[in-house]
């Protein structure tokens, strides 16, 4: 007899082991959660909770008692020490160009410290994966490397920080992010890869290995999710048959109970609804079940295959130079070309008011907004599920005033992965620094969505067509994102900016919050036209 359970072997997984697409495992219902299944190398822990629907309270924005390090006298002197001669070197560098006077000579003294700098701040970030001093952690997390270069001001700002992450969320300061990545809790991010010749099969296998626990984890996340769903339909339903089975005895016959009232009998349809869920999600478990057990059953195939061929590739000992080298690309990417690449935090330069630093909290604050205003901004649609899953964000010490996404999401779990953004710490205005890292990321998990036909589908098509018909000049997305941030911050007020096109394209794709919808519609002819519109597609369903 056929296994109920079995699925689909990735078809090049069966190829290289020259084995059936049908083979499977039986399933184990007593470990489907267990965490044993997640001991497997280089696993990343995305500790995505498809059940949170929205950002935590923020009670703590700073600690009551300042951080004393920031007033250590030789904390300079312990940055810099244990790093060798490229810490001399920036040292060096450092007093040559704060003691010259003429211009040309501190332009050429700033440019050899920048690289300098670089190269000794690797030597650092190859520390964050085991214990160093906490000098050198914020020197990592703030590019502090002499607090003496701040005001008093900013240096107690600073030391006020809260320093770990309370709350949970994705949000990572670099000595976290080194942290994690180096210790294999985070995948690097994405580069660009250099083909891997086919007769070298276990890197051909390592990779394979990867894409099964991809996903295997993506598989498990939509399981966790749906059976939550179910908990919750099947409370619902518990609480609604109770409400029909109260009765009242009648007056003048107490041993006779009264009829359905008529708020009960109006609950026998929804009761029917319920149970029509519950077959759904009943279906969509089952569906879900055979491709966790599937990837699971490939993942164990690899790794047995990969001991075969000689042991697990072994873990890339320059993890963290290689991350190191791309988030020195997005602080680029932040920065620009004709901003301010000096790296070191220094009160020549820094000019943010404390609402527009980029700390951690703040950070939460701004994103827990957006969301208020645009729900969908970090939802990703997955076999005709709504999956609310927020991104890593990495926050660079840099002087950028834009935010990027590096990558949409995980490129071996499309289904429930992370994706990455990069915000800059000390803008000019930190919110629209936040705005246009959001706006990146819903363009290119809407482009991805879109596939081949982005030009011509969904949120990017319309406004590819639209942009093609204006005959307009410059790069598409920076426009979009131009016209994402004034979508959330005159649009949204109900100050009319954006072409009417546009703003019918971005009304039905990147909807605002039902109250905010509301709130516009009563505020002009224009947002009450769209919002009949709505009504009009919900009646014929088809929207």
Not at 262 to 283: N, P, Y
């Amino acid at each position: 007899m056929a296994n109920m359970f079995q699925g689909e072997m990735d078809p090049e997984i069966a190829a290289l082991l020259g084995t059936e697409a049908s083979q499977s495992t039986v399933p184990n219902y007593a470990s489907l959660f267990d965490d044993s299944l997640d001991s497997s190398p280089n696993k990343p822990d995305e500790g995505v909770d498809l059940t949170v629907e929205t950002f935590p309270e923020l009670t703590k924005r700073f600690e009551t008692t300042p951080n004393p390090v920031f007033s250590d006298p030789n904390y300079y002197k312990a940055a810099l020490s244990g790093e060798g001669d490229i810490a001399q070197r920036v040292h060096t560098l450092l007093q040559k160009f704060v003691s010259a006077k003429d211009p040309k000579d501190r332009s050429v003294f700033r440019q050899q410290v920048t690289t300098a700098y670089w190269d000794f701040l690797i030597n650092v970030a190859r520390k964050a994966p085991g214990r160093m001093p906490e000098q050198k952690k914020y020197l990592l997390r703030f590019n502090m490397l002499h607090p003496t270069f701040l005001s008093p001001e900013h240096r107690s700002f600073f030391a006020k920080l809260v320093v770990d992450n309370e709350l949970n969320q994705p949000i990572y300061y670099l000595d976290e992010w080194f942290k994690a990545v180096g210790t294999g809790v985070i995948r690097n991010s994405a580069t660009d890869e250099v083909r891997v010749a086919k007769s070298n099969t276990q890197t051909r296998l390592q990779q394979l290995l990867d894409k099964a626990m991809g996903k295997r984890d993506g598989a498990r996340g939509l399981l966790k999710a749906k059976d939550e769903e179910r908990i919750n339909t099947e409370r619902l339903l518990r609480e609604r048959i109770k409400d029909i089975t109260e009765h009242y005895p009648l007056d003048g016959l107490p041993d006779v109970n009264a009829c359905y009232t008529d708020i009960q009998k109006k609950l026998f349809a929804e009761i029917h609804e319920l149970l029509k869920s519950l077959l759904k999600t009943d279906h969509d478990l089952d569906l879900f079940l055979r491709d966790f057990y599937q990837a699971e059953a490939d993942v164990k195939t690899l790794m047995a295959k990969i001991e075969e061929e000689g042991g697990v590739v072994q873990v890339d000992v320059k993890a963290v130079d290689t991350e190191f080298d791309t988030v020195r690309q997005m602080a680029k990417m932040t920065i620009g070309r004709q901003g301010n690449h000096f790296p070191i935090l220094s009160g020549e330069y820094f000019r943010c008011t404390p609402n527009d630093i980029g700390y951690r909290e703040n950070v939460i604050s701004l994103l827990a907004k957006i969301e208020s205003i645009d729900p969908g901004a970090f939802c990703r649609a997955y076999k005709n599920r709504s999956n609310r899953i927020v991104p890593y964000v990495i926050l660079i010490p840099s002087y950028g005033d834009l935010g990027i996404c590096w990558e949409p999401f995980d490129r071996f779990n499309r289904a429930t992965s992370r994706g990455r953004i990069a915000l800059p710490m000390y803008p000019k205005n930190l919110s629209i620094a936040v705005l246009s890292a959001v706006a990146d990321l819903r363009w290119q998990v809407a482009k991805e969505k879109a596939s081949y036909y982005w030009m011509e589908e969904g949120l990017t098509g319309n406004y590819y067509q639209w942009f093609q018909k204006m005959k307009l000049k410059g790069d598409l997305k920076e426009a979009f994102i131009a016209d994402y941030i004034t979508w959330m911050t005159k649009e949204s007020d109900a100050i009319q900016k954006l072409d009417k096109e546009v703003r019918g394209i971005f009304w039905r794709h990147i909807p605002f919050a039902q109250p905010v919808k509301e709130k516009l519609r009563d505020r002009s002819y224009t947002y009450q036209d769209l919002y009949q519109r709505d009504l009009n597609r919900a009646m014929s369903d088809g929207y």
